[in-house]
């Protein structure tokens, strides 16, 4: 029998056919891959994504967006610091009201007892008080009348109670003497009538007197016969005294006997008060006149009761002040001029005091003559608002209009949320009379911070780092030089074929253009960075953050019709393809 030799026959050749059929498959999957990434790569040098954008004139408007909620101009919540029964309402919601205008009258009925009781707590407080004042005035001591001192009964330091003798003053200057007159001739006599005096003592004098007073009574005189008392005053010469006696004849009557002489005016000086003596200023046979201060009489009683006094007056008079000013929380007056929104309570309605009080919310009353709403501002922006500059507002509630209004305030006083700081700014619309905002309505706003029109503009995207754009072989060349400082601009590197670089100037920019203020012409092609990301340009801050904003847009017009959109917010123009 012979031996086969064949490979079939031989079980060692079956594991070194799949090792190699395995080697095979590999060397296949790795062509297919590398065929294919050439492939693409090579498609993709034939068919290159360019973007070119041209230099147009346009307007460009910068603007700072924002929400916020309408509101009135001046807003109040009528609320009550009284409580009890409403008396009366005068207005329905709806209605127009003036400021100062009565809205409510609640019942006073407590509150004018109280008044009452507070005035008579101060009647008697100004009693004491006025008494108090009147002891305070009775320590300087006075001379009551002119006249002479004819005994002093104090010294300075004696200390005196209320009544006690100071001193006493008699008027010498003018003598009253009284003499009967037969009772039929005095009722002839006449008041103020001259008389001639002769006193007994001095038969050749003769003195010249009035007739003071005429007794409407009848005596029986020294004589027996009828009289009546006539007191007749004289001005003294010197030598009358008191108790001298004389004989007078008046209107052609002589008198039916001689008279007595008095003094006109004597006084009896006491104390009015109690307290030490002090600065006596006359001596005994002094002569005074009226008002003349003899001397004082201190006392720290009368000084403390006088303050206390003062005090309880005036406590009493700031309570009964402060319960009349109550008064006004009985009614109610309209605070602004507007008109009332709410109504929640009526006449009949009681108000009390507790945490859902009615008292609390009465009425909303608003001045919708001027609307207004708030919209917050980044920091990075606020800088850029100012008053006056116009706002454009569209609502939901009308898609189809656009309003207009003013910044009113820009206030300092910000908040921050997540290291972010806005500011609010107050604006106001304008003209709003008939636009059919009303109060809580959400709006949309743009402040206008800055605007040029008919200027050259380009895309934000078409500018490299550093103020560089490609322009199209056959356009602009440079018109300006970069700067030349270390460092301050490096020049970018080649340029791809078809363009060349152009270091330009620029001005106003808004999301998307900025103005070109030289080194470009109107007309000028740019090449823009490509979306495939193959020969991308580098661009700015700016210009990245534009680039990103608008990719979308990019692709979906790209992939519909090979192109970029031709138009720009604000009016800028977009002249890509």
Known sequence: MTKSTSASANPKWKPKIKHILWILAVVLVLFFVIFSIVSSKGKKAESPTQLTATVNRGDIVKTIEGTGTIEAIDQYTISALATGEIMSDTFE??????????????????????????????????????????????QTVTAPINGTI??????????????????????????????????SDAQQLLIGATATVVPTNSPSSLLHGSVKSIASGTTVGSTGAIVSTVEIAVTNPGGITKDA?????????????????????????????????????????????????????????????????????NDAQRSLNNTRDQMKDYQITAPIDGK?????????DKLDSGANSKASSMAIIADLSTLTFSMNVDELDIANVSEGQDVTITADAFPEQTFHGHVDNVSIVGTSSNG???????????????????????????????????????????????????????GSENTVSAPSASGAVKMPEDAPTGYHYVYIETGISDSNYMEVTNGLREGDTLLLPDI?????????????????????????HNAATGGMPGGAPGGAPGGMR
């Not at 005994?151 to 003499?179: F, P, Q």
């Not at 005016?265 to 200023?281: C, H, I, K, P, Q």
């Not at 009332?340 to 009949?348: E, F, R, S, Y």
């Not at 106001?428 to 503009?457: C, H, K, Y």
């Open 150 to 183: 004819t005994a002093l009964y104090v010294k300075d330091g004696d200390e005196i109670n209320a009544g006690a003798k100071i001193a006493d003053i008699v008027n010498s200057d003018t003598m009253l003497l009284t003499v009967p007159f037969l009772a």
């Open 532 to 556: 495939s990301g193959e020969g991308k340009v580098e661009m700015t801050d700016a210009s990245e953050a534009a680039m990103m904003n608008n990719m979308d847009a990019m692709r979906m």
């Open 420 to 474: 972010v700081t806005s500011y609010p700014v107050k604006v106001v619309l304008d003209g709003n009379e008939n636009s059919g905002l009303i109060p809580g309505m959400n709006v949309s706003a743009t402040i206008i911070t800055e605007s040029r029109t008919d200027i050259l503009t380009i895309p934000i995207s078409a500018i490299k780092r550093g103020n560089w754009v490609l322009v199209q072989d056959g």
């Open 245 to 313: 006696t004389a004989t007078a004849t008046v209107q052609g009557f002589a008198c039916n006997a001689p008279g007595t002489f008095d003094y006109a005016e004597t006084r009896f000086l006491t104390a009015n008060v109690g307290g030490t003596v002090n600065n006596l200023s006359v001596h005994n046979g002094d002569h005074v006149s009226t008002g003349n201060v003899l001397c004082y009489l201190s006392s720290d009683t009368i000084t403390n009761n006088a303050e206390r006094s003062r005090i309880s007056l």
């Open 93 to 138: 919601e709806g209605d127009m009201v003036k400021k100062g205008d009565l809205l409510y009258t609640i019942d006073s009925t407590n509150l004018n007892y109280n008044i009452e009781k507070a005035e008579s707590s101060v009647a008697s407080a100004r009693i004491s008080y006025n008494e108090s004042m009147q002891s305070v005035a009775d």
């Open 340 to 348: 009332i929104i709410q109504k929640n309570v009526k006449a009949g």
